[in-house]
Each structure stands twice: as structure tokens, then as C-alpha cells.
């Protein structure tokens, strides 16, 4: 793995990957919003021995996002891309209903743009037989979340996205994971309102993100009681899962 990419490199689960996997020999290409945090991230990366170059673009104009990643590609084969842009939120306090414009972002965020540029990159690495692709989903994709119905639903969206993409894209070489983690400690988290349990830091997060794309695991879920969850919640009687679910809602949301 000479060269990655790694998406919402801004943030903190992205920066974090970009540190865990900044070393000699790589060139690790930064994509994000905010151009002032990516050159602090593409300057650790630097100081570690790697090689970074920075992209500071909105994943809402997908059809921008996709001419990028195939010039990257174009300029270099891309070995690894780690999709881990994303948008969190929940409904605003008192609203029956989440924002439609709220809804139709995190999709696009969450689901549409990850899964064009993976499609893109994915036909690219077919040609040539090899390749990695990481999915960064949510353990939430797999429960009904009252208040997070946007979030949740283009979670699961691409949740089902990537294990389709994993079994067509196989026989041509390319490896595709889905990683659904729990809470992970990011400013971004940190802004929603409620308890995380069994939260993650960052570096915890990239290190087992990368750990699993290694060792070419279909799905990951983590930390462990969330796959426990997952579990549960497919066992449950529908009346009673939504009233745990109902329970779950932040106070005033």
C-alpha cells in the first residue's frame, strides 16, 4: 500500500486514520472541508515520512467529487481509499419530524457520495485487478432511531450498498469492508446531545478501521456490544423495540 486516501481527513476519526497510516514510501491523500485542518493533518503526516497531499471539497457536488477521485487516481493508482466522511445530527428539539433539507444532506453526505466515489474508484481498480476500499458506516444503521431517522437510514443505505459492492466487485480483485462503529469521541459527537456509552477515541477507532481492512473483513462492528445490540434488536418484538428505541430519544428532542 504505496498510495491512500482517506476522506473527511478533517475531522477526527479521519485525521486520526490519516496518522495511522502516515509512514515512509506512502503518499496518503487528504480529502475535506476545512483546508486549515488539513494541512495540520497533512503536516503530521509529513513529519512521520509520508508523503501527504491535501483536497479541500464539498462532498455534496458529487459530480466534482468523482471527477477528483479519478484524477487522483489517474495520477497515481490509489491502493486504499477510506471513505470516512460523514454528517451526524439528530431532530432539533420540539420537531415532530427531522428537517427535510437536514435529511436530504446527511443522504447525500452519508450515502450518495460515498457510494459514487467507491463505485468510481472500484471500476478503476477492477482494470487492474487489485485494491482496497473502506466503508466508514454506523452501528446505528441496524436500529430505528426515532430521533436520528436520517442519519440512521443513510447509514443503512450504505450498509447495503457496500456489501452488494464487496460481492460484485470480488472477483475482480477488489476488496470492499464496511466498518459500523459505535460513538466515537469527536468534537462532531461530542456536539449531540446524550449518552455514548463504550465510546471509542479516534485513535482507537483507526487502529481497528485499519486492522480490518487489512485482514479483508467483509463487516466489522464495534466496539463488541454493539454487535451484541445488533443482535438483540433483531430478536426483539416489534412493540417492544420501539418503545426501547422511543426511550432512547434525547430529553426535548
Known sequence: MNRILITGASG?????????????????????????????????????????EIRSLDLTDIA??????????????????VFAAGLGDIRAPGAAVEDAGQVARI?????????????????????????????VGSAAAFHALPFASGYAGSKAGLARFADALRIGA???????????????????????????????????????????????HAHVVMPWPFAALRGFDRLLPRALRDRLLRALTPPGH
Open 12 to 52: 477526527g476519526l479521519g485525521a486520526a486514520l490519516a496518522r495511522q497510516y502516515a509512514a515512509p514510501a506512502r503518499t496518503i491523500l487528504l480529502w475535506g472541508r476545512d483546508r486549515v485542518r488539513l494541512e495540520s493533518v497533512a503536516a503530521t503526516c509529513r513529519a512521520a515520512g509520508a508523503v501527504a
Open 107 to 135: 443522504g447525500i453526505v452519508n450515502f450518495v457520495a460515498p457510494a459514487a466515489l467507491a463505485s468510481a474508484l472500484a471500476a478503476r481498480m477492477a482494470v487492474r485487478g487489485q485494491g482496497r476500499i473502506v466503508l
Open 170 to 216: 470480488r472477483a475482480h480483485g477488489v476488496s470492499v469492508t464496511l466498518v459500523s462503529p459505535g460513538f466515537i469521541d469527536t468534537a462532531a459527537a461530542q456536539a449531540t446531545p446524550g449518552p455514548k456509552p463504550f465510546s471509542l477515541s479516534p485513535a482507537q477507532a483507526a487502529t481497528r478501521i485499519a486492522a480490518a481492512a487489512a485482514r479483508g
Open 64 to 81: 466534482a467529487a468523482v471527477a477528483a477521485i479519478e484524477a487522483d487516481d489517474a495520477a497515481g493508482e490509489i491502493d486504499l481509499a
